[in-house]
């Protein structure tokens, strides 16, 4: 039988504090310097997001823009050729004159494709992530919140959604009830479900323990009461840092699905759908992939660098997650 | 012992739950689309064609039934045909075990290479990095692995091919090239020639993942007291770094690359495409674009199945490296 | 790389041959500083003593004096960045502040070891106990693998461990506070250091063993005549078990002498805090020093004049813009920083201008006497 050992550590640690506290009978300048140090918020922790930082965002932004033109003009924004019906020479190299990105195997633009495709990609990654976040945030923060049958019951269904290759039930989803831009975007947002409720989970199963809400429960407060107003605004940080990771990953999962033939359908441009129509003449005109597949690489790079940043502004630590 | 107990019954629990939400996948759709199954597998089949065929499947039976037996069948290796006659020979077809069998072999196989090569490359990368926090190399390498990390596996797997595409003196095959018995045997010079490009393609985000956490965790256990008792023992730092910093260190990358095996199936269905690699993801695909729903039901429950699996053997694997669950455990 | 080294590292050879006369350790105004980003943290400030082989000697201050960070720089296991040292440690007459990792690595665990603070922590628990004690005996000795179990075995048994056969395939969490402790006495001791470091090895522990752990120490100490530097915030634990004692305050001796005229003639007012801070009782403590009012100074902006003044009962104005040096009492090997040392008339003076004025640290010693 292994000897049980009372912590004598921190039984110090506590009875140092206690007596700290008890004896103020010498006031210490120093001290009290330290401390007013210590309790000026941020002061170390405040990190900018500095130049790469702004970089991302103005990447992020300028997406945004493209992506809401291509939404409001149904795919036709205006200064790019029609990405459907103008024509011109096929497998135009980069830098062609009229083409500056060169045209596919149809004698689609590429430039125009991309910019085109930006409005379903995003909307996708969004809107998925969106569904996501709110469905997720509602499990994981219920689940930790109420340990007892409701956590349990909650935490095995999202370990159960967990049990399948995100991949695998997205194909799923998509091949057995559809490829219109609302089924993709609705199997992807299942796929991200279980990842952020674990995140919110693990958020709430930290913070419900704090003072502030079991005094919030002492008092009498609601159940809804405590997670809107206690819970929520501590724990959506470190979701919204996971988020940001989710779009990027969410957009990289719409492409995949569109190399698999899982994709949406041919109606829609996404960037996933011009990197799989290109994929036949990836020797001969190897730009058709690349330029979607660069832009794809871009902006999961900047998302990933505002989530790492975010992170480390809210000190969400990772073993957590 | 207990705990074991239950982690046994809960894994039982898990895969008669993901078995059954692949096969209701199947009915699901019907109701969704309306069309069924014998409208997908047999377009042309005459009337009596049909019959025989839905006789063939039990489609007759109740939903239970049919899952009972699609189970039972499935437990003795029989997942059904996958059917290629399409007009009066409806019923016949391949057994989905033969193609899994011939199949899964090269999935597997690509896994296990990429998370290899990943190792290799990233367990001596976030030692390092971690003993030398804060350096040149330490600040270069992080950058390159964040690229990497952003790095999805198709557009590794397409670069690399435009790469092979360009470079043919390399002797690396763009595409797979059909040889009699794939898999080669591991590691014979042809296999590695067919497999190297798809093995890179996976590896490339694998690589970030495991260095970048290898590095964090590593940097954590190096501020721990035992290792400063063991620097006082006289230990060089090659053997503190090994010995001491990272087996601790290795836990939370085990948990990760359990994990991670979801990732990985994804990456492999996409690199197999990419590259023509006759593995399951490959014929997942094939299934799906042929409305081979028998089949594609079959390849999903096996690949969820394997998934579950992977991850109740990463769980014992944990208990085995870090002796204080393991007697916990025991204790319990 | 080059095959694990087998050669013995045994003895100071990787230095000339060393001296046999004269004191074990010389430590010479040693500082080491932090760089931190609010400045210099000067954590140990120009220490200076002298230890003689089998001899021990007890440093005494409250938590964060320097006391730790005194024992890792004269050890040299302080990280090299980020850290400013000058100063020497003469270890037989080889300065350790100048030796090279390598020329340390040969004399860690075989010359010198460290019992640290936290039993709990420092074990490695992934490893089991028995190959925890035998790395050390086989980084140093040139012995076989058998045979270093068999040394393992003896030191379990001779560190008060029962049923050690079967503690050697245990893990540390296998075992109390108290029998960890244990073990990282063992493996300190293993290699028959000449120089022991003790950096408050009972802290951590029960109150029950905290004696118990002290006894093996010093039993230990006597056995294999090594030199000790015992760590501790506690006076009551280094009045029975010291030759000599030195009281640190903010990285500085302030005052050092042997135990007995210590206890006889303190003449530090820190001091005289920390002996009216151990308890009365006979049981041992470990929280007493804290019973001083006020916190130890920024050691980053530290006080002009010195160090104690801000919490001093006897503090003048003389005190607050001049630091006194280390001067030397009548009696022999003592030595103190103040200007006002405890028991002569300027300090009664001293007491009464301030308790007059009705500074509060003084305030309260009027209870007190
Ligand atoms: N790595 C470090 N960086 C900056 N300051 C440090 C560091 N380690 C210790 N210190 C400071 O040095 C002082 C002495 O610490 P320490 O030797 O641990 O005290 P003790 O052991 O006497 O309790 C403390 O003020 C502490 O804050
Ligand atoms: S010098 Fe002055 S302030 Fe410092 S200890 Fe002596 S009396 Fe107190
Ligand atoms: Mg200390």
């Given amino acids: 039988m292994p000897e049980q050992s009372p912590d004598g550590g921190q039984d110090v640690a506590t009875a140092l504090a206690r007596d700290e506290a008890a004896s103020p009978a010498f006031p210490n300048p120093a001290a009290l310097a330290m401390a007013a140090v210590e309790a000026d918020p941020g002061r170390s922790k405040k990190k900018s997001i500095g130049f790469g930082g702004w970089l991302c965002i103005a990447w992020l932004v300028l997406l945004l823009v493209v992506a809401i033109a291509g939404a409001a003009t149904g795919q036709k924004i205006p200064g790019f050729p029609d990405p459907k019906n103008d024509v011109g020479n096929f497998k135009e190299g980069l830098f062609s004159s009229g083409h500056i990105l060169g045209t596919d195997s149809n004698g689609q633009d590429v430039a125009s494709l991309v910019v085109n495709g930006a409005s379903a990609s995003l909307e996708i990654g969004f809107f998925s992530v969106l569904i996501g976040f709110a469905v997720g945030g509602l499990f994981g923060i219920l689940a930790g919140y109420f340990k007892g049958r409701i956590g349990a019951v909650l935490g095995s269904t999202t370990d159960i959604l967990l049990a399948f290759p995100p991949l695998v039930l997205a194909i799923s989803i998509v091949t057995f009830l559809g490829n219109s831009v609302v089924w993709v975007t609705v199997a992807l947002a299942i796929v991200s479900v279980p990842v952020l409720a674990r995140i919110a989970r693990a958020a709430t199963l930290s913070w419900a323990e704090r003072e502030f809400v079991t005094a919030a429960r002492a008092q009498g407060a609601k159940h809804g009461r405590v997670m809107l107003k206690e819970l929520v605004p501590n724990v959506l940080p470190a979701m919204l840092s996971i988020a940001l990771l989710g779009i990027a990953v969410v957009i990289v999962a719409e492409a995949g699905l569109a190399i698999v033939g899982a994709g949406v359908n041919s109606d829609t441009i996404t960037w996933g759908s011009v990197i799989n129509s290109g994929r036949q003449d990836i020797t001969d005109a190897p730009h058709i992939v690349l330029v979607p597949s660069i832009i794809i690489f871009i902006t999961v790079m900047a998302l990933n660098y505002l989530g790492d940043a975010l992170r480390a502004k809210f000190d969400v630590r990772e073993s957590a997650l | ?332 | ?369």
């Fill in chain 2, 1 to 332: 012992m207990r705990t074991a107990f239950f982690k046994i019954v809960r894994l039982v629990i898990v895969v008669f739950i993901v078995t059954f939400l692949s096969f209701s996948m199947l009915k699901l759709q019907e109701a969704a689309t309306g069309s069924t199954i014998i409208d997908k597998v047999a377009p042309f089949g005459s009337p009596a064609a049909k019959a025989k065929l839905r006789q063939q499947l039990h489609l007759n039976d109740p939903f239970f039934m049919q899952y009972g037996r699609w189970l039972g069948n499935a437990a003795s290796g029989d997942f059904g045909l996958k059917y290629t006659g399409t007009g009066d020979n409806a019923s016949i077809g391949t057994r989905v075990s033969k193609i899994v069998g011939k199949e899964l072999p090269v999935s597997i196989e690509l896994m296990i290479y990429a998370q290899l090569l990943a190792l290799i490359i990233a367990l001596p990368l976030g030692i390092f990095t971690a003993y030398k926090n804060g350096s040149i190399f330490d600040r270069v390498t992080n950058i390159v692995m964040f690229a990497m990390l952003a790095m999805p596996a198709f557009l590794a797997a397409l670069a690399l091919q435009i790469w092979a595409a360009k470079n043919p003196n390399a002797g690396l095959p763009t595409q797979y090239i059909g040889v009699a018995d794939f898999p080669l045997t591991p590691f014979t010079r042809e296999n590695l020639t067919q497999m190297l490009l798809p093995t890179i393609s996976l590896a490339v985000a694998q690589i970030a993942v495991y260095m970048r956490l290898l590095r964090s965790d590593m940097i954590a256990t190096l501020q721990e007291d035992f290792i400063t008792t063991a620097k006082a023992k006289g230990i060089p730092p090659r053997r503190v770094l090994l010995r001491h910093a990272f087996r601790p260190s290795s836990l939370t990358l085990l948990t990760v690359a359990g994990l991670n095996v979801g990732a990985l199936i994804g990456g492999a269905i996409i690199v197999e495409q990419i590259f023509n690699l006759p593995g399951i993801g490959y014929e997942l695909v094939r299934s799906i674009l042929g409305s081979q729903v028998i089949e594609t039901q079959a390849i999903i429950a096996i690949i969820a199945v394997i998934y579950v699996l992977v991850n109740f053997l990463v769980d014992i694997l944990y208990t085995v490296l870090d002796p204080r669950i393991r007697h916990a455990r025991a204790i319990a």
């Fill in chain 3, 1 to 369: 790389m080059s095959p694990r080294r087998r050669r013995s590292n045994i003895g100071t050879e990787r230095f000339e041959a060393a001296p046999l006369d004269g004191p074990l350790l010389e430590v010479k105004d040693l500082k080491t500083a932090f760089k931190t980003a609010r400045g210099l943290a000067r954590a140990v400030d120009g220490v200076t003593f002298s230890l003689e082989r089998g001899r021990t000697i007890g440093i005494v201050g409250e938590s964060g004096s320097g006391k730790s960070v005194l024992s890792r720089s004269i050890m040299g296991l302080l990280p090299r960045n980020n850290i400013v040292r000058s100063g020497q440690a003469l270890l037989e007459g080889h300065d350790l502040v100048t030796a090279s990792d390598e020329q340390l690595r040969a004399l860690w665990g075989a010359q010198m070891a460290m019992v640290f603070q936290d039993p709990m922590t420092s074990l490695n628990p992934v490893m089991k106990i028995g190959n925890q004690i035998t790395e050390v005996l086989r980084q140093h000795l040139d012995i076989t693998k058998d045979y270093s179990r068999e040394l393992a075995l003896a030191l379990l048994q001779s560190v008060g461990i029962p049923e050690a056969e079967r503690r050697l395939n245990e893990y540390p969490h296998q075992m109390s506070g108290g029998m960890r402790q244990r073990v990282v006495i063992a493996i300190a001791i293993a290699c028959g250091p000449k120089l022991l470091f003790a950096d408050e090895p009972t802290t951590a522990l029960d109150v029950t063993v905290q004696a118990q752990i002290l006894d093996l120490l010093q039993e230990q100490q006597r056995e294999r005549f090594m030199a000790m530097i015992l760590v501790t915030h506690d006076l009551g634990v280094v009045a029975t078990r010291a030759d000599d004692i030195a009281v640190m305050y903010a990285g500085r001796v302030v005052e050092t002498a042997p135990t007995r005229t210590l206890f006889r003639a303190m003449s530090h007012p820190y001091t005289e805090a920390l002996m009216r801070s151990i308890p009365k009782l006979a049981a041992p403590s470990h929280t007493r020093l804290t019973a001083i009012g006020g916190r130890p100074p920024d050691i980053i902006n530290p006080p002009t004049g010195c160090q104690f003044s801000p919490r001093c009962p006897y503090v003048q104005d003389k005190c607050r813009a001049e630091e006194p040096p280390l001067i030397d009492s009548a009696e022999p090997h003592h030595a103190y920083r103040c200007w006002f040392p405890v028991g002569t008339p300027e300090n009664r003076a001293a007491l009464e201008s301030n308790q007059r004025a009705g500074v509060a640290s003084a305030v309260a010693m009027m209870g007190a006497n």
